[in-house]
């Protein structure tokens, strides 16, 4: 399966639309001689279109020079992820790699035929001085059927697509063809074909600013769903934030939603996140060591230090990370998804209003406030640093509930939200520290069990307890920062 990432913008053209001449945008020198050929794509989706309204788009196509099974993540007009797989000649049903990648958008259901689009296609590349492909222009006619319904529908449409060029050259394309009478569209070819079906699927939006932010944090969850079950680092870590933040809000709002269902829901999300963790900090940890050592001077990296936190950490992840892939193959993991869907797009269990939010904001603030005081207040023991941890945690969840209100609260609240976060971040720094030392003592009893120097162990221990020491000195006056008036004033309002 191959694996591309995308970067395209699509128009909408009038029949007597003409391509320009784009030479001059962005470095572009020439425009090659046009290729023509026909693309007849057959897109898969569930019978409520669960992938296409996920921002998935599922598809077995012929023509071109990639026909096969195409699985297209994110939105029409940004950088897109293209998973690729080759389709033998009657295979009429996605191969099991790319099911695993659309599970959660599918929430486990069966796909079927929804839409059919045939394109004519002609195509022209840009180059540079140096005959460098920088982008390619096509000009399609497209015709498309929902196989459902039986609507059918014709448009033009120019796509252009990079290759080896940036943004800049996008923009000065885009304006070159607007010029000359195009319009942006912000929907892909599917979109367009099944729009009369999903704008009868998709729900209203919700009206709470609560739901609205659980609902975006679910689709960022499904999203990242593909990457993560590859182990890409930025989508186990984007899943496990909106996994987290999604179990903030189900507590600090709890009263929105049906009780037992959102506390059972609760739980599965922390079993889920629970799956995530290993890899992330399989990751992270990694990484963090592996530049440890890189930054201490050569004479006192003592034996094999590096090689052995390499072979460590490669060995648990590839165990967390087969773990976590069982984990999204799951029947559990889909019904948590359908759960979460019934939960958030139901009406809610009780009228909330902006004063109902407002206190519940401020609960989760002081909340967190009250137990960093509590850890700070007297000497330091092992206990100060698990109770940093938890007013870490606190804050994490005071962040979020304060994200809530930022769309209708502006900049007061972003602000706030940004202290918060610092203070959060300084939080972590400390807790990474604390986890790094222990690590770093089991790396130097292994060490010493198999005869190896453990100097480097140590004075890397040490390291990691002096920065510990610096982050504890500077959590008073970013507690400060967090609490100061003009930042919070807001929160009584």
């Known amino acids: 399966m191959a694996t591309?990432?995308?970067?395209?913008?699509?128009?909408?053209?009038?029949?007597?639309?003409?391509?320009?001449?784009?030479?001059?945008?962005?470095?572009?020198?020439?425009?090659?001689?046009?290729?023509?050929?026909?693309?007849?794509?057959?897109?898969?989706d569930t019978p409520d279109l669960r992938l296409a309204r996920s921002g998935f788009a599922l598809r077995r196509r012929t023509g071109g020079h990639d026909a096969g099974w195409h699985l297209k993540v994110g939105a029409a007009g940004g950088a897109r992820t293209e998973y690729q797989f080759p389709a033998g000649a009657d295979e009429l049903d996605p191969p099991a790699e790319l099911v695993g990648l659309f599970r959660a958008a599918s929430r486990g259901q069966a796909?079927?035929?929804?839409?059919?689009?045939?394109?004519?296609?002609?195509?022209?590349?840009?180059?540079?001085?140096?005959?460098?492909?920088?982008?390619?222009?096509?000009?399609?006619?497209?015709?498309?059927?929902?196989?459902?319904?039986?609507?059918?529908?014709?448009?033009?449409?120019?796509?252009?697509?990079?290759?080896?060029?940036?943004?800049?050259?996008l923009d000065a394309v885009q304006s070159r063809l607007r010029e000359a009478g195009a319009r942006p569209v912000p929907v892909s070819k599917s979109h367009r074909a099944l729009a009369g079906r999903l704008a009868a699927a998709t729900d209203a939006a919700p009206t709470d600013p609560i739901a609205r932010y659980a609902l975006t944090q679910r689709d960022v969850l499904?999203?990242?769903?593909?990457?993560?079950?590859?182990?890409?680092?930025?989508?186990?870590?984007?899943?496990?934030?909106?996994?987290?933040?999604?179990?903030?809000?189900?507590?600090?709002?709890?009263?929105?939603?049906?009780?037992?269902?959102?506390?059972?829901?609760?739980?599965?999300?922390?079993?889920?996140?629970?799956?995530?963790?290993?890899?992330?900090?399989?990751?992270?940890?990694?990484?963090?060591?592996?530049?440890?050592?890189?930054?201490?001077?050569?004479d006192l990296v003592l034996g094999p230090v590096a090689a052995r936190i390499s072979e460590r950490f490669a060995a648990d992840l590839a165990t967390a990370l087969d773990e976590l892939v069982r984990t999204l193959d799951s029947d559990r993991y889909t019904e948590l998804l359908a759960g979460l869907d019934r939960l958030l797009e139901a009406p809610p269990a009780r009228a909330v209003d902006a004063r109902w939010i407002a206190r519940r904001v401020r609960r989760a603030v002081t909340r967190a406030d009250d137990r960093l005081d509590r850890a700070l207040d007297g000497q330091r023991t092992q206990e100060t640093d698990v109770a940093l941890h938890e007013a870490r945690k606190a804050y994490k969840a005071a962040r979020y509930a304060v994200e809530v209100r930022e769309p209708d609260a502006g900049q007061p609240a972003a602000a706030l939200a940004e202290r918060l976060k610092d203070l959060q971040d300084l939080l972590g720094t400390h807790h990474d520290s604390v986890v790094t030392r222990e690590v770093l003592r089991r790396q130097a009893l292994r060490a010493y069990a198999d005869g190896e120097n453990t100097f480097t162990y140590g004075l890397l221990h040490a390291r990691q307890a002096t920065a510990a020491d610096r982050d504890l000195r500077a959590l008073p006056a970013a507690r400060d920062r967090a609490r100061r008036r003009k930042v919070r004033r807001w929160l009584k309002k």
């Open 4 to 44: 591309v990432v995308e970067r395209e913008r699509k128009y909408s053209a009038d029949e007597g639309f003409r391509l320009p001449d784009l030479t001059g945008c962005g470095g572009v020198a020439t425009m090659s001689d046009a290729t023509a050929f026909d693309l007849d794509a057959v897109y898969v």
């Open 222 to 298: 499904i999203a990242n769903h593909p990457g993560a079950r590859h182990g890409d680092e930025d989508a186990v870590h984007d899943m496990r934030v909106a996994v987290r933040r999604l179990r903030a809000t189900l507590r600090t709002f709890r009263g929105r939603w049906d009780r037992p269902r959102s506390e059972a829901l609760r739980a599965e999300l922390r079993w889920l996140g629970g799956q995530l963790g290993p890899v992330r900090d399989a990751q992270v940890m990694a990484a963090r060591l592996t530049d440890a050592v890189r930054a201490e001077p050569a």
């Open 111 to 169: 796909v079927e035929p929804a839409a059919r689009i045939t394109t004519h296609r002609v195509e022209r590349r840009l180059l540079d001085a140096a005959g460098r492909v920088l982008a390619e222009v096509a000009e399609d006619t497209v015709d498309g059927r929902d196989l459902v319904t039986g609507e059918r529908q014709g448009w033009r449409e120019i796509e252009v697509e990079l290759v080896d060029g940036d943004d800049r050259l």
